[in-house]
């Protein structure tokens, strides 16, 4: 069969590209190929069911530092479509958008279903053809022509757009079309972590500082302890950062917690000081100090040797230096990781120096297109691949149609 243009992945950047086209032309040809039997089940499972649209971050320079790799190259992007042009292109399509407290967009409906239902409703309106069981096994340029074929039938095309994220199939054709590709590591994951300092306290969360040690990665923000380690916004920024050297090391390292964030182990002493003077009857492990969370306070007060019954004025120098050292320099050993919820999220993809990013087209294949992780871009949580999906697939959108 023959188009004007066919997208190879059902995904959220293939069906943002595949809209957007029709929109500039409704007179083209169009299809999307998806290897299974649903479409968009990467954007079902986004957010915790809700779909974390994008970040409320308005500013292309900002925005661009979200992401460890492919920082530089977004700038330009951003410049042309963005977290307000996101916004106002689901805004025209009837789907409610909200910013959370913490930047995120969600639809108002707080579930994902709402995004599908709209995409879903625009490739109907607009005539574009969604071909799901097709998995592509080939795709070569012939006489100008793309030529594609699938496990159900071959077709034709004059401009191609591969939207598939990391799939090694498509990644190893590419590479017999002169592509390189970054091989792919998980980039959004959490830490195991066996340790009695935090045994038993799955759903504390502390304002902390985080850093690998023995490295220049560190991260900070709310951290999450759960039954099988660490997580939340520090952990996941600090895998994203880090998924390269961390991958390398086999997910076995140590991290130092402060669980102060801010504080010093110095300040954090004299701070201790200040409140054995306020305090020298109360007992130390009764009341939580620096608004840490209870549970979390008393666990490590009994890791400074400091008993249960113990008070302020009966503390000695040595119980404050270790105590100190808990607060602020608590060593936790990581022994591997574990998906961050449903969602996957990889560093790694086609390599950058091989994409002009005012189009988002290969500079090795003329007509042929790409946008979402297939490149080697991502970012921390918050909203930010997204953000990525809909601007490449906005571009290259733009050229397909110029």
């Known amino acids: 069969m023959q188009y004007d243009l066919i997208i190879i992945g059902g995904g959220a950047a293939g069906f943002f590209t595949a809209i957007n086209v029709a929109e500039n032309d409704p007179n083209l040809k169009i299809a999307i190929l998806e290897r299974g039997k649903e479409v968009l ?19 292309p320079n900002v925005l661009s530092k979200n992401y460890p790799r492919g920082e530089k190259e977004l700038i330009g992007p951003f ?25 995120r967009i969600f639809p108002v409906s707080d579930s994902s279903q709402t995004i599908i239902d709209c995409f879903l409703s625009e490739t109907k309106r607009l005539g574009i053809q969604v071909l799901v069981n097709h998995s592509v096994k080939d795709f070569y340029q012939e006489n100008n022509i793309w030529k594609v074929i699938s496990s159900q039938g071959s077709f034709e095309t004059t401009k191609l757009m591969i939207a598939t994220g990391s799939n090694p199939k498509i990644w190893s054709k590419l590479k017999t079309l002169d592509h390189h590709t970054i091989n792919a590591v998980p980039s959004l994951f959490t830490f195991n972590i066996k340790d009695s300092r935090i045994k038993g306290l799955p759903g504390v969360v502390a304002n902390a500082s985080v850093q690998v040690k023995h490295s220049k990665l560190s991260s900070e923000g709310p951290l999450l302890i759960t039954h099988w380690g660490m997580s939340g916004p520090a952990i996941l920024k600090l895998s994203a950062w880090g998924a390269i050297e961390l991958n390398s090391c086999q997910y076995n390292f140590e991290v130092i917690v402060n669980w102060l964030q801010y504080y010093s182990q110095e300040e954090a002493i004299e701070e201790l000081k200040t409140l054995k003077n306020k305090n020298p009857k109360q007992q130390v492990f009764k009341y939580a100090q620096f608004e840490l969370p209870k549970r979390l306070w008393q666990r490590l007060v009994l890791e400074s040797g400091i008993e249960n019954t113990t008070r302020w004025a009966d503390t000695n120098k040595a119980q404050f230096l270790k105590l100190s050292e808990e607060l602020t320099k608590g060593v936790y050993k990581v022994n591997g990781k574990s998906t961050f919820k449903e969602e996957f999220v990889t560093a790694g993809g086609i390599d950058l120096k091989e994409i002009n990013f005012k189009t988002f087209e290969s500079k090795k294949q003329s007509n042929l297109y790409f946008a979402g992780e297939i490149l080697n871009i991502d970012a921390i949580t918050g909203g930010f691949n997204f953000q990525n999906a809909w601007t490449g697939a906005y571009i290259a959108a733009k050229a397909i149609t110029s």
């Open 79 to 103: 410049h042309t479509f963005m977290t307000g042009d996101t916004m106002e292109w689901f805004d025209r399509r009837g789907v409610a958008l909200k910013i959370e407290d913490d930047g």
């Open 41 to 59: 089940s990467k954007v079902r499972i986004s957010g915790g069911g809700r779909c974390n649209v994008t970040h409320a971050e308005f500013i």
